[in-house]
């Protein structure tokens, strides 16, 4: 199946800082990227849809201006974390729509604040 | 996207069938059934997936009951890796439509 990377596979910063985080479809283009959240012994949740091109679509109760989203290329999306507090911790996933109904994951980002 | 119902957990012994059912009864005429499953701190992983006709790949067989209402996915031959959350789920099959992720099954195989 088709390969999606995520970068940095963990990471700790201290509360106040921003993170971002990489999601790279390694052999396919990608017009719709998802990201997720998981909580510890929670399932999925989807955060924001992000299309190439154009602003991403944030799910009810996600801020926007907390989670910046950027999806310039057909590779590439990236989430950005801004002003991170140790509430934000979780382990945040990203998805690549490969057309043809195919969704691939990444491997996850594991996120501590401090 | 129509609700699914999973067990919250189920056991299997090494090298036996594993069946994890699925209930899906609000399914609509132009909705999937996909099974993903997620191994402990990674992404999940994509199974198999069905409209209404029973499917089969190298990883599972997936039974459509012929309502559509539930399903069943089937491991044949479970191993240790096959421990996993595998979360059934329903939707429209259009490029860039959501995947909306339940509670899942946590399957244990045991040695």
């Known amino acids: 199946g088709a390969v999606v990377s995520q970068h940095p596979s963990w990471v700790i910063c201290k509360s106040g800082t921003s993170v971002k985080i990489e999601c790279r479809s390694l052999d396919f283009q990608a017009t719709t990227m998802f990201w997720y959240r998981q909580f510890p012994k929670q399932s999925l949740m989807l955060m924001a849809t992000?299309?190439?091109?154009?602003?991403?679509?944030?799910e009810q109760g996600v801020e926007k201006d907390k989670f910046l989203i950027n999806h310039a290329s057909l590779t590439l999306s990236t989430l950005t974390v801004t002003s991170a507090h140790p509430e934000d911790s979780s382990f945040y996933i990203c998805s690549a729509d490969r057309g043809y109904n195919e969704q691939f994951f990444g491997p996850g980002t594991r996120l501590t604040v401090l | 996207d129509a609700k699914t119902t999973q067990p919250t957990s189920m056991d299997c012994a090494e090298g036996r069938a594993a069946n994890l059912p699925c209930n899906h009864s609000?399914?609509?005429?132009?909705?999937?059934v996909y099974w993903y499953r997620q191994i402990h701190s990674q992404g999940p992983q994509y199974i198999i997936h069905?409209?209404?006709n029973n499917e089969t790949n190298e990883m599972a067989s997936l039974i459509i009951t012929e309502d559509r209402k539930s399903s069943t996915l089937i491991l044949p031959h479970a191993t240790l890796r096959d421990t996993a959350v595998y979360y059934c789920?329903?939707?429209?099959?259009?490029?860039?439509?959501?995947?909306?992720f339940g509670e899942g099954t946590q399957l244990t195989v045991n040695p």
């Open positions: 992000s299309n190439e091109g154009s602003k991403a679509t944030y």
């Open positions: 069905g409209l209404k």
């Open positions: 789920i329903v939707r429209v099959e259009t490029s860039g439509s959501r995947l909306t």
């Open positions: 609000t399914i609509s005429g132009n909705e999937y």
